[in-house]
């Protein structure tokens, strides 16, 4: 589906993980295209700040919604309240996600499966919920923020590459449901490195925070090329300059890829300051740490 800047009837789109980081860059872009702006995550105190943000670039509206994707009735309720009031339902971006560090021994149970939940079940929450209104409408596209994680793996990221592998099999199951229905369009959106805030606001049990790979790309520039599926669907996008080359190593060359991948990820992906363990925002919104930017902006 085609949605090409400037059309008469406002675009009505739903953005999930939208307090921070690539969720919140992409709200604001489809503001500054007159959308109607849908804000779900976690915490209304970061949503009500992005919805200022989202206004000022020129949203037709802007609703804020709190809700959990884990929460199956919560986000029922938004999809629904969304198509009462606006009539229906053109584009979802779901970028919600959690991180945390750690070889998976180390980090707890509780963490782990959280982490892991919240990108394969909480995608499947969002498709469950959104994509009966799009068949309604014989017309909808659902933009999945993957990763460059969703197809290689790394150590002390095993709970987010797990999730990752998880949501991309998920996604590309969703590409084959919806192939009966030509109006919908499932596109499958892979950054690197993208400087925002989910590396600190992550859960750690290695001893530091990460931060972003090189080389890093602005959650702006993530958010224009999510937005670029809406003009030209695709199904899988990459947003990282070197994504191409990493997956080719770690499939072509497997043992030199894991010989190499701990000590350029300790090196170019970990912080030097020191940091107790900590579950971060996994299990619950730090408004504190929301942002558009991390600490690494990369223009």
């Known amino acids: 589906m085609s949605i090409p800047e400037g059309t008469r009837r406002p675009l009505t789109a739903l953005v999930t993980g939208a307090s921070s980081g690539i969720g919140r860059a992409t709200a604001v872009q ?15 105190e970061s949503l009500e700040e992005a919805a200022e943000e989202v206004r000022a ?3 037709a509206a802007v ?41 998976i021994e180390d980090v707890p149970k509780e963490v782990y499966e959280r982490v892991v939940a919240t990108s394969l079940n ?5 498709a469950r919920q959104v994509l009966p209104v799009f068949r309604r409408q014989h017309a909808g596209h659902l933009v999945i923020v993957n990763s460059l994680l969703g197809t290689v793996t790394t150590p002390l990221l095993g709970s987010y590459t797990v999730a990752k592998w998880g949501q991309l099999a998920l996604a590309r199951v969703l590409q084959q449901e919806t192939r009966d229905e030509p109006g919908i369009s499932v596109s499958i959106v892979q950054p690197g490195g993208v400087d925002t805030p989910i590396y600190v606001q992550a859960a750690t049990y290695a001893g530091v925070h990460g931060s972003p790979p090189p080389p890093v790309y602005s959650a702006q520039r993530a958010a224009g090329i999510i937005l670029s599926t809406l003009d030209r669907p695709r199904r899988v996008v990459q947003a990282g300059l070197l994504n191409p080359l990493i997956t080719a190593g770690f499939r072509l060359l497997p043992g030199v890829y894991d010989l190499l991948v701990e000590p350029l990820l300790r090196r170019l992906a970990m912080a030097d300051e020191p940091v107790g363990p900590t579950e971060g925002n996994v299990f619950r919104s730090n408004p504190a740490g929301n942002a558009v930017d991390g600490r690494s902006a990369a223009r």
């Open 57 to 59: 670039a020129g949203a």
């Open 30 to 44: 489809l503001g500054e295209r007159g959308a109607r702006v849908v804000l779900v995550a976690r915490g209304r």
């Open 63 to 103: 609703r804020v919604c709190p809700a959990d994707v884990l929460d199956e009735e919560a986000v029922a309720g938004v999809v629904a309240a969304t198509v009462a009031e606006f009539g229906r339902l053109d584009v979802v971006v779901h970028s919600a996600q959690v991180m945390a560090y750690g070889r």
């Open 122 to 126: 909480g995608t499947a929450t969002v």
